[in-house]
Protein backbone atom coordinates (compact mmCIF):
# COMPACT_ATOMS: atom_id res chain seq x y z
CA UNK A 1 0.00 0.00 0.00
CA UNK A 2 0.46 3.72 -0.35
CA UNK A 3 3.10 4.93 2.20
CA UNK A 4 2.65 8.48 4.36
CA UNK A 5 5.35 9.92 6.30
CA UNK A 6 5.77 12.11 9.18
CA UNK A 7 8.50 14.34 10.73
CA UNK A 8 9.91 14.07 13.74
CA UNK A 9 8.29 11.53 15.25
CA UNK A 10 8.34 13.01 18.49
CA UNK A 11 9.23 16.59 19.68
CA UNK A 12 9.20 18.27 22.76
CA UNK A 13 9.29 22.01 23.09
CA UNK A 14 9.17 25.25 25.24
CA UNK A 15 6.00 26.99 25.88
CA UNK A 16 5.27 29.72 23.77
CA UNK A 17 7.39 28.00 20.53
CA UNK A 18 6.84 27.18 16.93
CA UNK A 19 6.59 23.48 16.24
CA UNK A 20 6.53 22.50 12.35
CA UNK A 21 5.40 19.18 11.81
CA UNK A 22 5.94 17.30 8.01
CA UNK A 23 3.37 14.63 6.41
CA UNK A 24 4.52 13.53 3.57
CA UNK A 25 3.60 10.66 0.48
CA UNK A 26 6.17 8.68 -0.27
CA UNK A 27 5.28 6.90 -3.46
CA UNK A 28 1.97 8.31 -4.46
CA UNK A 29 1.05 12.17 -5.11
CA UNK A 30 -1.74 12.86 -2.79
CA UNK A 31 -4.67 15.48 -3.77
CA UNK A 32 -5.69 15.66 -0.53
CA UNK A 33 -4.36 15.65 3.10
CA UNK A 34 -5.94 15.67 6.46
CA UNK A 35 -4.60 16.56 10.01
CA UNK A 36 -6.13 14.98 13.01
CA UNK A 37 -5.28 15.30 16.90
CA UNK A 38 -5.56 12.40 19.55
CA UNK A 39 -5.43 12.69 22.64
CA UNK A 40 -5.09 10.01 25.34
CA UNK A 41 -6.96 7.25 25.12
CA UNK A 42 -9.44 9.22 23.02
CA UNK A 43 -9.97 8.98 19.17
CA UNK A 44 -8.66 11.27 16.69
CA UNK A 45 -10.33 14.45 15.82
CA UNK A 46 -9.97 15.94 12.36
CA UNK A 47 -8.48 19.42 12.35
CA UNK A 48 -8.30 20.02 8.82
CA UNK A 49 -8.48 18.96 5.82
CA UNK A 50 -6.15 20.28 2.96
CA UNK A 51 -6.06 20.15 -1.24
CA UNK A 52 -2.62 21.16 -3.08
CA UNK A 53 -2.24 24.79 -3.69
CA UNK A 54 -5.31 26.00 -2.10
CA UNK A 55 -6.14 26.86 1.67
CA UNK A 56 -6.78 24.50 4.26
CA UNK A 57 -10.71 24.50 5.67
CA UNK A 58 -10.42 23.84 9.25
CA UNK A 59 -13.00 21.68 11.48
CA UNK A 60 -15.19 24.15 13.86
CA UNK A 61 -13.49 25.01 16.82
CA UNK A 62 -10.16 24.70 15.27
CA UNK A 63 -8.12 27.62 15.40
CA UNK A 64 -6.62 28.26 12.16
CA UNK A 65 -4.15 31.58 12.98
CA UNK A 66 -2.76 28.83 15.83
CA UNK A 67 -2.67 25.69 13.04
CA UNK A 68 -1.05 26.83 10.36
CA UNK A 69 -1.23 24.25 7.45
CA UNK A 70 0.60 24.47 4.07
CA UNK A 71 0.21 21.90 1.62
CA UNK A 72 2.69 23.50 -1.19
CA UNK A 73 2.92 20.14 -3.44
CA UNK A 74 1.27 17.12 -4.63
CA UNK A 75 3.57 15.46 -1.60
CA UNK A 76 4.10 17.42 1.16
CA UNK A 77 1.77 19.22 3.53
CA UNK A 78 3.05 21.07 7.20
CA UNK A 79 1.16 21.58 10.12
CA UNK A 80 2.38 24.35 12.30
CA UNK A 81 1.43 24.56 15.74
CA UNK A 82 2.40 28.54 16.72
CA UNK A 83 2.84 29.80 20.09
CA UNK A 84 2.62 26.30 21.45
CA UNK A 85 1.37 25.94 25.21
CA UNK A 86 0.98 22.69 27.34
CA UNK A 87 -2.81 22.24 26.40
CA UNK A 88 -1.28 21.49 22.62
CA UNK A 89 0.49 18.45 23.87
CA UNK A 90 -0.89 15.73 21.22
CA UNK A 91 -0.30 13.06 19.03
CA UNK A 92 -1.18 14.61 15.72
CA UNK A 93 -1.66 12.39 12.36
CA UNK A 94 -1.68 13.27 9.03
CA UNK A 95 -3.00 11.42 5.73
CA UNK A 96 -3.17 11.12 2.35
CA UNK A 97 -5.54 10.59 -0.08
CA UNK A 98 -4.85 9.64 -3.34
CA UNK A 99 -7.14 10.25 -6.48
CA UNK A 100 -10.86 9.96 -6.48
CA UNK A 101 -12.40 11.22 -2.90
CA UNK A 102 -13.53 7.62 -1.66
CA UNK A 103 -10.28 6.19 -2.10
CA UNK A 104 -9.02 4.48 1.34
CA UNK A 105 -6.53 7.16 2.97
CA UNK A 106 -3.52 6.19 4.16
CA UNK A 107 -2.09 7.46 7.74
CA UNK A 108 1.31 8.63 8.70
CA UNK A 109 2.97 6.79 12.14
CA UNK A 110 1.69 10.68 13.69
CA UNK A 111 3.91 12.86 15.93
CA UNK A 112 4.06 13.18 19.75
CA UNK A 113 4.40 16.94 20.50
CA UNK A 114 4.94 17.82 24.12
CA UNK A 115 4.96 21.29 25.21
CA UNK A 116 6.86 22.01 29.16
CA UNK B 1 -21.88 10.49 7.38
CA UNK B 2 -24.45 8.11 8.27
CA UNK B 3 -22.76 7.47 12.40
CA UNK B 4 -21.60 3.75 13.90
CA UNK B 5 -22.07 1.84 16.81
CA UNK B 6 -19.36 -1.00 18.00
CA UNK B 7 -19.13 -2.33 21.21
CA UNK B 8 -15.87 -0.84 23.18
CA UNK B 9 -14.19 -3.86 24.03
CA UNK B 10 -13.76 -7.41 23.10
CA UNK B 11 -11.48 -10.21 23.92
CA UNK B 12 -10.62 -13.25 21.62
CA UNK B 13 -8.30 -16.11 22.42
CA UNK B 14 -4.83 -16.41 19.69
CA UNK B 15 -5.71 -18.31 16.85
CA UNK B 16 -8.97 -18.27 17.09
CA UNK B 17 -11.25 -16.10 14.55
CA UNK B 18 -11.98 -12.12 16.15
CA UNK B 19 -15.10 -11.37 15.32
CA UNK B 20 -15.87 -7.35 15.06
CA UNK B 21 -19.60 -5.65 14.38
CA UNK B 22 -20.69 -2.67 13.92
CA UNK B 23 -24.16 -1.09 13.32
CA UNK B 24 -24.59 1.60 10.92
CA UNK B 25 -28.42 1.70 10.38
CA UNK B 26 -28.75 5.04 8.79
CA UNK B 27 -25.96 4.09 6.05
CA UNK B 28 -27.31 5.62 2.66
CA UNK B 29 -27.12 3.95 -0.64
CA UNK B 30 -23.67 5.24 -1.74
CA UNK B 31 -21.93 5.30 1.22
CA UNK B 32 -19.21 2.69 1.69
CA UNK B 33 -18.14 0.77 4.94
CA UNK B 34 -14.36 0.96 5.76
CA UNK B 35 -12.44 -0.37 8.81
CA UNK B 36 -8.97 0.30 9.78
CA UNK B 37 -7.32 -0.72 13.15
CA UNK B 38 -4.75 1.65 15.31
CA UNK B 39 -2.29 0.07 17.84
CA UNK B 40 -1.08 1.60 20.18
CA UNK B 41 0.90 4.99 19.76
CA UNK B 42 0.62 4.38 16.06
CA UNK B 43 -1.06 5.81 12.88
CA UNK B 44 -4.06 4.15 11.72
CA UNK B 45 -3.78 1.42 9.88
CA UNK B 46 -6.58 0.25 6.43
CA UNK B 47 -7.61 -3.06 6.79
CA UNK B 48 -11.09 -3.35 4.39
CA UNK B 49 -13.65 -1.39 2.46
CA UNK B 50 -16.48 -1.88 1.11
CA UNK B 51 -20.06 -1.39 -0.37
CA UNK B 52 -22.63 -4.16 -0.94
CA UNK B 53 -20.85 -6.98 -1.24
CA UNK B 54 -18.44 -8.99 0.87
CA UNK B 55 -14.94 -8.42 0.86
CA UNK B 56 -11.61 -10.40 1.94
CA UNK B 57 -8.11 -9.77 1.41
CA UNK B 58 -5.08 -10.72 3.16
CA UNK B 59 -5.61 -9.29 6.65
CA UNK B 60 -9.36 -10.29 6.93
CA UNK B 61 -12.90 -10.46 5.32
CA UNK B 62 -15.97 -7.88 5.66
CA UNK B 63 -19.25 -9.37 5.80
CA UNK B 64 -22.13 -6.84 5.13
CA UNK B 65 -26.09 -7.62 6.05
CA UNK B 66 -27.99 -7.68 3.19
CA UNK B 67 -30.23 -4.26 4.16
CA UNK B 68 -26.62 -2.98 4.82
CA UNK B 69 -27.73 -1.59 8.21
CA UNK B 70 -24.83 -3.50 9.53
CA UNK B 71 -21.44 -5.68 8.94
CA UNK B 72 -18.75 -7.69 10.43
CA UNK B 73 -15.13 -7.32 10.43
CA UNK B 74 -13.76 -11.09 10.38
CA UNK B 75 -9.89 -11.67 11.16
CA UNK B 76 -9.68 -15.57 10.92
CA UNK B 77 -7.26 -16.30 12.65
CA UNK B 78 -5.63 -13.85 15.31
CA UNK B 79 -2.55 -13.38 16.30
CA UNK B 80 -1.11 -11.22 19.82
CA UNK B 81 -0.22 -8.64 17.26
CA UNK B 82 -4.05 -8.13 16.55
CA UNK B 83 -4.25 -6.47 19.87
CA UNK B 84 -5.97 -3.28 19.00
CA UNK B 85 -8.64 -0.29 18.66
CA UNK B 86 -10.91 -1.17 15.51
CA UNK B 87 -12.95 1.65 13.74
CA UNK B 88 -16.02 1.13 11.38
CA UNK B 89 -16.06 4.28 9.37
CA UNK B 90 -19.41 5.00 6.77
CA UNK B 91 -18.33 7.43 4.27
CA UNK B 92 -19.16 8.38 0.61
CA UNK B 93 -15.90 10.60 0.28
CA UNK B 94 -13.53 13.30 1.91
CA UNK B 95 -12.04 13.13 5.05
CA UNK B 96 -12.60 10.16 7.66
CA UNK B 97 -14.56 10.95 10.78
CA UNK B 98 -13.33 8.46 13.76
CA UNK B 99 -16.09 7.26 16.82
CA UNK B 100 -14.99 5.54 19.83
CA UNK B 101 -14.05 2.14 18.04
CA UNK B 102 -13.62 -1.44 19.51
CA UNK B 103 -10.76 -2.28 21.85
CA UNK B 104 -10.16 -6.09 20.68
CA UNK B 105 -7.49 -7.50 22.88
CA UNK B 106 -6.14 -11.10 21.58
CA UNK B 107 -5.14 -13.43 24.64
CA UNK B 108 -2.98 -16.15 24.32
Known amino acids: GAVVSQHPSRVICKSGTSVKIECRSL??????MFWYRQFPKKSLMLMAT?????????EQGVEKDKFLINHASLTLSTLTVTSAHPEDSSFYIC????????????FGPGTRLTVL | DAKTTQPTSMDCAEGRAANLPCNHS???????VYWYRQIHSQGPQYIIH???NNETNEMASLIITEDRKSSTLILPHATLRDTAVYYC?????????FGAGTRLTVKP
Open chain 2, 89 to 97: IVRVAGDMR
Open chain 1, 50 to 58: SNEGSKATY
Open chain 1, 95 to 106: SATQGLAYNEQF
Open chain 1, 27 to 32: DFQATT
Open chain 2, 50 to 52: GLK
Open chain 2, 26 to 32: TISGNEY
